[in-house]
């Protein structure tokens, strides 16, 4: 049986809930693809708050259901709700016990920000408060903290909170800027007297890069953001130092340098449950999209459309060979492949920033993996043009051939060539929107289609017509015909 991340929670359902959308905000109740819609599930007319941890399509008030904006007071209800909560579940006095047992024995103080608005410290993934030792106000470190709204469960949140910890020591050890970490702790370990999942880490000074420019200005420009790319290209250069045998994401080895490569942690809508560590390219990007079209066919993603998505997964999966041989090659055929660490969100915020636009941080390495060089390496969201992803252009941006120029620049040849080729792994990855309705998502395939070399204004209706024919005998498909309909 496929894992599920929860039981749909409608009285005598034995099915599994939808993946990507967090329990419904009035009822409480995670709930599968068919008790979530009317008449079953009359919530506010089946309203649902969005899953905070997909970010990249709505405002982070709008309603995935419906895109109907969630009444900005009742939004902010919920979230200083959510927060008091998880703060009532933090044991303060054993936290600053350890980490005052962590740094030399100093007292320190925990400071929580303000739970919305300006100065608040949650991310759509985590809390964070401030750690502040009393004797040393240049000292402050920042407790992370999962958020507990329902989306993903406990031993996927446990999942990653080691694996964040594992890559951050392995970062240690090179000359990636990233936070230092100084502890981890797992709900359910009895030997955690602080109460939750959580990492202690290093406060990085700067601010995240969300496109400004230098010295307040509101919007960098294109020679502004060459300051960014510089610094981006030198931290490539340095993680290409540094391969590992395997694809995977990073677990606690004998030594920070020594990580194991396990099972890929998720992905960045945080769907998929861990899975590997993989030996090649192929094996790797076969799971991704093996995995999406195992989760449509069990009613888990992708509800609204699922024919459609299956189909869009299955011809990803056909070009998997392709994009395995573009990969760089061995020195020779006794070599194994070599894979690289890759932060998966990396759409800029990611990145801390000083006045200047030096890079002096980058934080948020919960999703990170370690990758083929293709991926590593290749095009990714910082240097994408977001409104082109959305819109069904597919091309290399300015940002992708600027930075690719940076890495020549410095010699990493290799590198600018993966830089510079195309964007066809950055299509693979970013894939279809979790909560994005059809016809929004219609224009994402169409970028798919582009990136792979099919004609961007070709019927849909021609498209699937001869998609449904070529997998005519998938009993898989037939499944989910069976049980959704034809679909859009």
């Not at 899953?51 to 209800?77: A, M, R």
């Not at 300006?118 to 985590?126: F, K, T």
């Not at 020594?258 to 099972?263: C, H, K, L």
């Not at 015909?481 to 034809?486: E, L, M, S, T, W």
Request: glycine share 6%.
């Amino acid at each position: 049986m496929l894992d599920r991340f929860f039981d749909c929670e409608f009285a005598d359902c034995i099915l599994p809930s939808v993946r990507g959308f967090g329990p419904c905000e009035k009822c409480n109740r995670h709930l599968c693809a068919t008790h979530r819609r009317l008449p079953f599930h009359t919530c506010d007319d089946t309203v649902q708050s969005m899953n905070l941890l997909s970010i990249y399509s709505t405002p982070l008030n709008s309603d995935l259901t419906t895109k109907k904006p969630l009444p900005e007071e009742q939004f902010e209800v919920n979230i200083h709700a959510e927060v008091k909560d998880l703060r009532s579940k933090i044991n303060e006095k054993a936290l600053c016990e350890r980490a005052s047992e962590l740094n030399g024995g100093h007292k320190c103080t925990i400071e929580h920000p303000p739970a919305w608005g300006r100065g608040c410290l949650m991310g759509c993934a985590n809390y964070h408060a401030g750690v502040r030792f009393m004797d040393d106000a240049s000292t402050v470190w920042l407790i992370r903290v999962p958020r507990l709204n329902g989306s993903i469960p406990q031993p996927l949140i446990d999942y990653l909170i080691r694996s964040e910890y594992a890559t951050l020591k392995f970062l240690e050890t090179t000359k990636v800027p990233a936070p230092r970490v100084f502890d981890y702790g797992i709900a359910s370990d009895k030997s955690n007297k602080v109460g939750v999942s959580y990492l202690l880490i290093e406060q990085m000074p700067g601010q995240p890069w969300n496109m400004q420019g230098p010295h307040g200005k509101r919007f960098a420009d294109e020679k502004d953001k060459e300051r960014v790319w510089k610094d981006l290209a030198d931290i490539m250069i340095e993680l290409q130092h540094h391969p590992f045998p395997k694809a995977g994401s990073l677990l606690p080895g004998p030594t920070p340098s020594e990580p194991v490569v396990s099972a890929v942690a998720s992905e960045r809508f945080l769907v998929q449950s861990p899975v590997g560590p993989f030996d090649t390219a192929v094996d790797y990007y076969t799971s991704f999209v093996e995995r999406n079209m195992a989760l449509i066919a069990d009613g888990q993603l992708f509800t609204s459309f699922p024919v459609n998505a299956y189909l869009v997964f299955a011809f990803l999966k056909s070009q998997v060979q392709a994009l395995a041989t573009t990969s760089p090659k061995p020195h020779s055929v006794d070599t194994t492949e070599q894979f690289y660490l890759k932060h998966v969100d990396d759409k800029g915020d990611h990145l801390m920033v000083d006045d200047e636009l030096n890079i002096i941080g980058i934080i948020d390495w919960q999703m990170a993996r370690v990758v083929p060089a293709s991926e590593a390496f290749g095009p990714s969201l910082v240097t994408a043009e977001m409104g082109d992803i959305y819109d069904g252009m597919s091309s290399l941006t300015a940002h992708d051939q600027a930075l690719a120029c940076f890495l020549r620049a410095k010699g990493a040849e290799d590198l600018a060539d993966i830089m510079g080729k195309d964007e066809r792994l950055r299509r693979f990855f970013f894939g279809l929107d979790v909560d994005f309705p059809w016809e929004e998502t219609l224009p994402l395939i169409r970028g798919i289609w582009t990136a792979f070399g099919i004609e961007k204004n070709t019927y849909w209706e021609v498209w699937k017509r001869d998609m449904l024919e070529k997998h005519a005998h998938d009993g898989r498909l037939k499944h989910i015909q069976d049980r959704f309909g034809p679909g859009p």
